[in-house]
């Protein structure tokens, strides 16, 4: 059920994705639907990731991932004061840089075209 909102349209919208509609039913059949349509999303997801590894120009965005480690990391040993939780995080900063530095980089290579 969408409960009327008195603001814009895009937030009666968002209403009506937070709530089921009223017809859905749990039957095995959606299940195994909805099942089937996860795991085809995750296929896809998988080989757009792997096409953005090979390609020249969407490869190094991966390094944002370092560089949110390590400032998520220095933000949480600054504000927080949390130690562990900033070295755990620059550790993983620390093994995503070599992992992504030596397989875009070896990946780019070999790469055909």
Not at 54 to 65: A, C, E, I, M
Not at 79 to 87: F, I, Y
Request: aromatic share 10%; proline share 5%.
């Amino acid at each position: 059920m969408c409960w009327p909102l008195p603001a814009s349209r895009t937030n009666r919208s968002a209403c009506c994705w937070c709530l089921p509609p009223p017809n859905c039913r749990a039957t095995r059949q959606n299940r195994t639907r909805l099942r089937s349509h996860a795991e085809k999303a995750a296929h896809w997801r998988t080989r757009l990731a792997i096409a953005d590894l090979t390609d020249h120009l969407r490869s190094p965005g991966y390094f944002t991932f370092v560089a949110a480690c390590s400032v998520l990391g220095a933000q949480c040993l600054i504000v927080a004061g949390k130690l562990e939780l900033a070295v755990t995080l620059w550790v993983i900063g620390l093994l995503a840089w070599v992992f992504f530095t030596y397989l875009i980089f070896t990946v780019l290579t070999v790469k055909e075209n």
